[in-house]
């Protein structure tokens, strides 16, 4: 019968399971104590050691990455390409007497014997095209960019940078007008410091000297940019002139399942995507198989230094990005593209960090990626803070639309102390210095497509005269095509 508190606590340690807690008591000298609490103690304090490791392990909350593969019926990715010529000069008329026809005029190589194709030849479908007449003149080219002494043409770069402006950045040394612009969205700590930073980036850049002709071209953009995507449209590679044969596991395809959509880099582009292909086994003669006419002819001058197609295969329902993404395919050859599939799942919080994408498809219509939202971060940061179209590649969705009627931020006359321009590159700077997030993390679903590229020079010259020219010249009148056809009506009748 136990008659205290200690009582009841000696017979608990005596009989319990923790060896070390019975031995304390038992034990017949103080040193044997001492020891033996000493041993407890240590040993609880392991304990507590690892139980708290435990703890900061089940905090972390860690995943497990795992790899299965097999082989399906997959759905057959969208593939998206374009002619990395954007604009045909058969089709200047629709810009003539604006800024851009103007610029191209002067700036790029043209034959003076050609002139007349702007005129009234191009009001029918009589096409009357010579492509002998669209060669590049690279003595011109040359001239205009390095010429006899080897300096650089000054008179050149001072034509590009006709909108620049010694002051543009000055504004940014009154604190106020800064803060006003960038304070609702930023930390005043941060502000100071990327002000700083910033200015002392454009003091660097301006120390270096411009490359004329990529100024020329970043000057076409923006007036191109300008231009209404009607317009453009016009001035671009129509799907039905491009594309001589389609088919995909055997079934013919046609411009009608191509999809138009457009960049400030090549124009017009295309996309083929339907949830009616399936890839159930491999091999060129199961997929897909394109064969495209890139009209090398309608080229603008010595605007571009070769031709070719830029080409992107990504998810269905997911924006290309031809300038970031994909690769090139020359002309005059054949490219055979194997992919495998890859897809990832991501653990969602608090085990991962990912973007399930739902708000995004809610407020843009389109499904989420890293690369749609940095673009689509980048465009819409510029039209809050500047009030005014982005002068790099806007993305081509029914969203962006509302902001057609405001003017490029490049093209935007100086007022006060300000100009639209140092604004939007100010707050590209802050995008891509962290200051502005965009909070564009990975996806929690993503595909991926490894590509395999294999070439030849295609086509046989037997298979072009024979079959080639036939199907490109079937609906087209070039100059080429009824060259074809009277040699062919000479084979006839002799």
């Known amino acids: ?129 010579d492509p002998n007449d669209y060669q590049y003149k690279n003595d011109l080219y040359l001239d205009d960019y390095v010429p006899s002494s080897g300096s650089v043409n000054e008179s050149l770069v001072t034509n590009v940078n006709t909108n620049t402006h010694d002051n543009d950045y000055a504004y940014f040394d009154s604190f106020s007008d800064y803060h006003d612009l960038f304070s609702d969205d930023v930390e005043e700590s941060d502000l100071l410091n990327a002000l700083d930073d910033f200015i002392n980036f454009v003091s660097r850049q301006r120390a270096l000297q411009d490359d004329p002709r990529s100024e020329e071209v970043k000057r076409f953009m923006v007036l191109f940019q300008n231009e209404t995507k009607d317009t453009r449209a016009h001035l671009g590679h129509s799907i039905d002139d491009i594309l001589i044969n389609c088919s995909f596991n055997g079934k013919i395809c046609s411009a009608k399942n191509f999809t138009l959509f457009q960049t400030l880099d090549f124009g017009n582009c295309y996309t083929l995507s339907s949830e009616m292909y399936e890839t159930r086994r491999t091999g060129p003669r199961n997929g897909l198989q394109i064969i495209l006419q890139l009209e090398k002819f309608e ?15 990504h998810p269905p329902g997911t924006l290309p990005f031809p300038a970031e993404e994909g690769f090139t395919l020359s002309s005059g050859y054949e490219t055979s593209i194997g992919m495998k599939m890859v897809s990832l799942s991501r653990s969602k919080p608090p085990y991962g960090k990912c973007v399930d994408g739902d708000d995004f498809y809610r407020t843009y219509g389109v499904h989420y990626t890293v690369t749609t939202c940095i673009n689509l971060c980048r465009n819409t940061k510029v039209l809050h803070f500047c009030n005014c179209r982005p002068s790099e590649n806007i993305v081509d969705i029914e969203y962006m639309n509302q902001f057609a009627d405001l003017p490029v931020c490049s093209l935007v006359e100086k007022t006060n102390s300000t100009t639209k321009q140092s604004c939007e590159n100010y707050v590209y700077y802050q995008i891509e210095e962290g200051v502005i997030k965009c909070e564009c993390e990975s996806a929690c679903n993503e595909t991926v497509y490894k590509s395999t590229l294999s070439g030849r020079v295609w086509p046989r010259e037997s298979f072009l005269n024979d079959e080639l020219l036939g199907t490109a010249c079937s609906y087209r009148n070039y100059s080429y095509c009824r060259e074809k056809g009277r040699q062919l009506l000479h084979v006839q009748h002799s």
């Open 299 to 313: 080229q603008v001058g010595d605007f571009l230094e070769g031709s070719g197609v830029r080409l992107v295969i």
């Open 1 to 129: 019968m136990y008659t205290s508190v200690s009582d009841v606590i000696s017979s608990l340690v005596s009989e319990s399971s923790l060896h070390g807690l019975p031995k304390i008591l038992s034990s017949k000298r103080w040193y044997q104590r001492i020891l033996w609490i000493c041993l407890v103690l240590v040993t609880f304090g392991f304990l507590v050691h690892q139980l708290y490791q435990l703890f900061c392990e089940y905090k972390r909350y860690p995943v497990k990455t795992k790899v299965s593969m097999k082989r399906a019926t997959l759905p057959f990715p969208a593939v998206s390409f374009c002619n990395m010529n954007p604009m045909k000069k058969s089709q200047m008329k629709h810009i003539k007497g604006t800024e851009l026809y103007n610029y191209v005029m002067n700036k790029f190589s043209f034959d003076a014997s050609s002139t007349s194709i702007y005129g009234s030849e191009f009001d029918n479908n009589d096409y009357n095209l």
